[in-house]
């Protein structure tokens, strides 16, 4: 084998070191420049995507905090409009309470004042009913008829 020929290695190692020289010629003037290139590029795009997340990201915080606010808003607006409906409901009641309440007096005041007539009516009834039954008790107890006067001012006499 010709590698291991020692007489020629002095040859094959000049040979080796004129190929390394110029293979390293070529990958510092012409590949590493533009895979260094590519790989600046890869940094910086890398770089700007970063900045871009942290760009959305701030922006998607701050329209969340703004959803908050506005759902709180939201929240305290529609509480305030419901009390202010349960306000004006409860008014409305009251007022018909208070209507009811006054119909329902007027009612009874007047079924008092008729329970009162009708009573004061009753009782000049029953004050007539007493006056005949007394009579025609005592007219059957002696025997004669008596008259409605002397029923009457004998009732009166005993009140």
Do not use: C
Request: proline share 3%; hydrophobic share 50%; net charge neutral.
């Amino acid at each position: 084998m010709p590698q291991l020929d020692f007489a020629t290695w002095p040859p094959q190692l000049i040979w080796l070191a004129i190929t390394f020289g110029i293979l390293y010629l070529v990958i510092s003037k012409f590949a590493l420049p533009k895979i260094g290139g590519t790989i600046e590029s890869r940094q910086n795009r890398i770089a700007s995507d970063l900045d871009e997340a942290q760009r959305l990201k701030d922006d998607s915080e701050k329209a969340i905090a703004a959803y908050e606010a506005a759902l709180a808003e939201a929240k305290a607006k529609a509480h305030g409009i419901a009390q202010e409906t349960r306000d004006t409901l409860k008014a409305e009641i009251e007022a018909e309470r208070a209507a009811l309440d006054a119909q329902l007096n007027e009612r009874l005041a007047k079924a008092e004042a008729s329970i009162a007539a009708t009573k004061a009516e009753a009782l000049k009834s029953v004050e007539q009913v007493a006056s005949d039954a007394a009579g025609a008790i005592v007219s059957r107890l002696i025997g004669s008829k008596t008259t409605a006067a002397a029923v009457k001012k004998a009732i009166a006499d005993a009140k």
